[in-house]
């Protein structure tokens, strides 16, 4: 099964930055000067417009009160996550080279165990969880990638999982299904944890699967969903995440 904990590892060089200047370089998910906004990033393999069009009719199915949006083009479109929330209220869809990236505004880097996965079942397609973030707090922290898919384990569909998770500063390895082809065994047999998938190698796996995470001309129109609820939600800023995590 998977680890439940929030995944990174170090900052990128290129990205939206607290005042929403754009540098070149990199795209600043999977770790970078929004953290933690993009610490959990899912790709369902499903056109951007079918996935945004599924997922309000879902949701409206169940009586939520959804809206949707143009978010402007990527990165500055990653802004539309703030504030950040707990519960959560609003996604942001990205399109992708065959791909939707999926984010949501989650205090702690967004919720892997989202609405993606679900969508994902829902049309019958795979869906690629990334995780990555820097050692934070006490020292949580790591790298994870999730596969699922229709002919995944049930009742949740995962093919493969990979975790090197930190917790108060203790690393862990978990794994879960067969190897994907393109894993470097050598990498996954060595001796210290945090070595056996971190935030180079995630990105390169995601290569592999079609998923250029670090360029920012993969990406293209994105569309946010906002929910309107009536409880309170514990909003924050990014920055302030970023302190009460020990990252700013």
């Known amino acids: 099964g998977a680890v439940l904990l929030p995944g990174r590892q170090r900052r990128a060089h290129g990205s939206v930055g607290h005042h929403g200047r754009v540098t070149t370089d990199s795209t600043g998910l999977l770790g970078g000067d929004l953290s933690p906004v993009g610490w959990m990033v899912a790709f369902v393999r499903a056109p951007h ?24 083009p990527f990165p ?8 950040l929330e707990a519960p959560w209220t609003t996604e942001l869809f990205i399109a992708g080279a065959g791909w939707t990236a999926y984010l949501n505004n ?7 165990t989202s609405a993606a996965t679900v969508l994902a079942q829902r049309l019958g397609v795979p869906c690629v969880v990334a995780m990555s973030s820097p050692l934070h707090g006490p020292g949580h922290g790591g790298t994870q990638l999730w596969v699922t898919g229709p002919d995944g384990e049930p009742p949740l569909g995962y093919v493969r999982t ?3 998770v930190a917790t108060d500063g203790r690393w862990s390895w ?15 047999g060595a001796r210290r944890v945090r070595d056996r998938l971190d935030r180079d190698l995630l990105v390169t796996y995601l ?3 079609g998923i250029r995470v670090d360029d920012p001309g993969w990406f293209g129109e ?21 302190r ?3 990252l700013a």
């Not at 500055?76 to 504030?83: D, V």
């Not at 989650?106 to 892997?112: E, L, M």
């Not at 309107?228 to 995440?241: F, L």
Request: aromatic residues 4%.
């Open 76 to 83: 500055e479109c990653l802004a539309a996550l703030e504030p």
């Open 49 to 72: 417009d079918a996935l945004v069009a599924d997922d309000l009719s879902w949701r409206r199915g169940l009586g939520q009160h959804v809206e949707a949006a143009p978010a402007g």
């Open 207 to 209: 290569a592999a699967l």
């Open 106 to 112: 989650a205090r702690d880097g967004g919720d892997p």
């Open 222 to 242: 994105a569309t946010v969903v906002r929910q309107r609820v009536t409880w309170e939600t514990h909003p924050e800023t990014v920055a302030d995440a970023a």
């Open 244 to 246: 009460r995590l020990g």
């Open 162 to 164: 990979l975790a090197a």
């Open 174 to 188: 978990h794994e879960s299904g067969d190897a994907l082809p393109f894993e470097d065994e050598e990498r996954r």
